[in-house]
């Protein structure tokens, strides 16, 4: 008999290749794989059972019969067309797969043999419950799936039952983990495991940790750079005419995800606090508003929900990524990032900034991120509509739901560079005023993104960490709408020639805002720059908590320090192209300053601006000043000026003079948009010296919230109610109004439609649901209509064990 360890390499190796010509016998009969069409792995074995069987005649009829009428292969099928320059096509679905057969005969097989006369497997339990070892050892008992599921680089145990007490001196036998259509070994998508008495860190192996009558216990350890996804499994017996191995079971399917507990893996992460907010938190916090009036949201992640870890592996499917390529977080990440958008290749979500909604669901109204997976995991068409914080919540589940480390980030006063030259250039024109003809840069009220952590061994030492990922199409890179993973540490320090799209993100973080006017003769003179407005707050949710935590200082150095300007000169030296045209000499202003202040208001009320002169001289000045009100999306985008006020201001020596302008709400009722946002932009020109101030600053008003609280005991298992309840404060009748309620662990996503709300009027609803998960849980709702929208409502409640 043959050495134990080469029969299943050796034998697998041929195997793997789609055309063998090596005949397999059967009595008077002979076959050669070299004449088989299929490109099935074992394909000599399948034809010879299905010969057998006689399906092999039955299928050549059928072919015959439909060969005339087939005119064209689906585009499933020509994915899968070999080609002149591979053997086997490429390997990008999981869930594709071939048949394996349960017989793999070396030769002539005797008359007289029984595969039940030798070691066969009755029965294969995994041990895959919630409450049992695998799942609770690994964190994964969260997960709403039955199957079971494992982080890589870290042992799980399986009990395999056979016909007869195990015999390790004459019996052999081995494990199989396969992945996709065409299975290989060099690729990590077949992987034979055999059973030894060590298991060593890091690397495939399986050991018996323990023996009973008929059955086994073993330990098997995964490999730390193991591919991410779901894998098909087998045990094989070794006979001395053939391989006998278990039936194709879809009930031992196994998954197999990253795993930051492990020293290892890329993805490890060694606080165990920030693993539980990063990877097992299932409920995150959405940051929003301005810098000077931060808003806050709940947004459930839902990553361990029932069908999202399938959804999550079909994005990956989606993208085309290689299975071989599923391992590193890196390319992870990358295509991500461009599936999450709907842009280039129909993904997960279509962006819409245009504040129409009649074909979807407003961005406003979405409360988590498992509708959206769900709904395109079914329907694999793009799910209407999102904004920045819906890529960023879609993003974060699917992070998460495969073990990276992941949090959403919220950055305040976040430029767009649409020219790649690392400066938001602002043009004014002869009075100062923005000219919006020529300016095409623009700076979001906020944006979000996403951090994902891991190493970077593409880069220099001291990269890894925290990764900006970006599912928001901004700006294309390498062809499609996405963006990252770009490190952390190197946007801070300017090191912005390090891939991925670095000098975007440090645009979008530590830009100057130029001011320039455009002479008639093509000249630009800068007659101001601000250094300072561009990423002023940078921020995420707390660990273990809903605070707000400022890493603003994790991107860049503090404003205006020696470190900051070199960071900003390294970022330039190494990312921006040479203009064509080039800037005067700016001369800044230094005798006098200028800001204002917004009034804090409610949606539908009156408010004012307070402009600010301070004159640090001892000369008179006066200022002729221009200011303008914009109703913009959050993006910064104008939709309208709706308020237009220009005046004269005598600057005294040493001293500071005050301007009020009031904001009536009949002024900007009609035209506001769903985050009721403002943009007011002030341009004063010192007539004495001809100098330009400039200031903009992007305002929300205070939107009402839902109000939610609960009617009963909390007990698990136990129906108990919730009311929601909403107070229209506007003057006029909310028309179309939808309220949306869910809760991760507690609830899924329940939908009301309210045909309208009169002014002043209570709306109250009451939803009776039975929580299953003990612990402390968030509800999350949210109110959708056309006249008003961001109206959300949250409650956390302890459900208690029964």
């Not at 504040?355 to 979807?360: E, L, M, R, S, V």
Request: aromatic share 12%; glycine share 6%.
């Amino acid at each position: 008999m043959p050495a134990v360890v080469a029969y299943p390499l050796r034998w697998h190796w041929r195997a793997w290749q789609p055309f063998q010509h090596c005949p397999i016998a059967t009595g008077r009969r002979r076959i050669y794989r070299g004449y088989l069409k299929a490109t099935n792995i074992f394909p000599a074995s399948i034809a010879l059972q299905k010969f057998c069987k006689g399906e092999e005649k039955k299928k050549r009829l059928s072919e015959k019969k439909h060969r005339m009428s087939e005119t064209t292969s689906t585009n499933v099928e020509n994915k899968h067309l070999l080609n002149g320059r591979r053997a086997i096509p490429l390997n990008y679905s999981n869930d594709e797969e071939n048949e394996v057969p349960e017989m793999e005969a070396f030769g002539l097989i005797p008359r007289g043999f029984n595969p039940r006369d030798y070691l066969s497997v009755v029965d294969i339990y995994m041990f895959k419950e919630p409450h049992e070892i695998n799942k609770q050892e690994h964190h994964t008992d969260k997960y709403y799936n039955p199957k079971l599921i494992v982080r890589r680089g870290q042992a799980f145990q399986i009990q395999i039952d056979f016909n007869r007490p195990y015999k390790p001196e004459s019996d052999q036998f081995w494990l199989e983990f396969l992945m996709g259509r065409y299975p290989q070994q060099n690729k990590g998508t077949y992987i034979p495991i055999l059973v030894g008495n060590v298991l060593k860190p890091g690397q495939w192996g399986a050991k018996i940790i323990h023996r009973e009558n008929n059955s086994i216990r073993l330990s098997i350890m995964s490999s730390t750079t193991c591919i991410i996804g779901k894998f098909r499994f087998y045990v094989a017996v070794m006979t001395p005419f053939g391989i006998l191995r278990t039936r194709r079971n879809s009930a031992t399917d196994t998954y197999i995800l990253f795993n930051p507990w492990c020293q290892l893996d890329a993805v490890y992460l060694d606080d165990e606090k920030e693993r539980e907010e990063y990877v097992l938190n299932d409920v995150g916090i959405v940051f929003h508003g301005n810098v000077e009036d931060v808003k806050s949201r709940s947004w459930s992640y839902g990553q361990f929900e029932e069908n999202v870890l399938d959804a999550c592996l079909f994005l990956m499917d989606k993208a085309e990524l290689e299975l071989s390529g599923r391992g590193n977080p890196i390319k992870i990440c990358r295509v991500a990032s461009a599936v999450i958008n709907s842009r280039d290749d129909n993904g997960v979500i279509a962006g819409s900034w245009n504040n129409t909604y009649d074909y979807g669901v407003a961005p406003s109204a979405w409360t988590g991120s498992v509708d959206i997976l769900l709904e395109y995991y079914s329907s694999k068409q793009p799910v209407r509509y999102g904004q920045c914080w819906v890529f960023a919540g879609v993003f974060n589940t699917f992070l998460r739901c495969l073990g990276i480390p992941a949090r959403l980030i919220t950055n305040y006063s976040s430029a767009h560079d649409n020219n790649a030259n690392l400066r938001m250039d602002f043009f004014l024109d002869d009075e100062g005023k923005v000219d919006t003809r020529l300016t095409k840069d623009s700076v979001w009220n906020y944006h979000c993104w996403n951090e994902a952590w891991m190493t970077r061994p593409d880069l220099p030492v001291g990269f890894g960490g925290w990764q900006v990922v970006d599912g928001t199409p901004q700006e294309t890179s390498d062809g499609m709408y996405r963006c990252g993973p770009a490190s952390v540490q190197a946007i801070k320090h300017g090191h912005v020639c390090f891939q991925f799209d670095a000098p975007f993100v440090y645009a979008e973080v530590n830009s100057d805002i130029f001011y320039t006017r455009m002479e008639k003769n093509g000249t630009q003179v800068v007659e101001n720059i601000d250094t300072t407005h561009i990423g002023q707050l940078i921020v995420t949710k707390a660990v273990g908590g809903d605070g707000m935590v400022d890493i603003t200082e994790q991107y860049k150095f503090r404003e205006g320090s020696d470190e900051e300007r070199l960071a900003l000169e390294t970022a330039v030296m190494y990312g921006v192209k040479k203009q064509s045209i080039q800037d005067t000499t700016y001369q800044p202003q230094t005798d006098v300053d200028m800001d204002f202040q917004v009034q804090k208001a409610v949606l539908g009320n009156d408010f004012k601006v307070t402009i600010t002169f301070r004159n640090k001289s001892r000369n008179s000045y006066t200022a002729t000043t221009y200011f303008s009100g914009n109703i913009v999306f959050y993006t910064g985008v104008t939709k309208t000026e709706f308020k237009k006020h220009s005046f004269s201001a005598k600057l005294e020596p040493s001293s500071s003079s005050s301007f009020d302008i009031v904001i009536k709400s009949s002024e900007y009722m009609s035209d506001l948009l769903e985050q009721a946002s403002f943009h007011f932009f002030v341009t004063a020109r010192i007539n004495e010296t001809g100098k330009i101030l400039a200031v903009q600053k992007a305002i929300m008003l205070e939107i009402p919230t839902l109000r939610i609280k609960t009617k009963g005991e909390l007990v698990a298992g136990k129906e108990t109610s919730v009311i929601v309840e909403f107070t229209n404060p506007l003057k006029q009748t909310l028309e179309n109004v939808m309220l949306r309620l869910e809760g991760p662990g507690v609830l899924r996503t329940i939908k009301k439609q309210f045909g309208r709300i009169p002014m002043n009027s209570t709306l109250t609803w009451e939803v009776k649901f039975t929580p299953m998960r003990p612990g402390l849980q968030k509800l999350i709702a949210s109110l959708n209509s056309d006249a008003l929208r961001h109206v959300y409502g949250e409650l956390n409640i302890q459900i208690r064990k029964p």
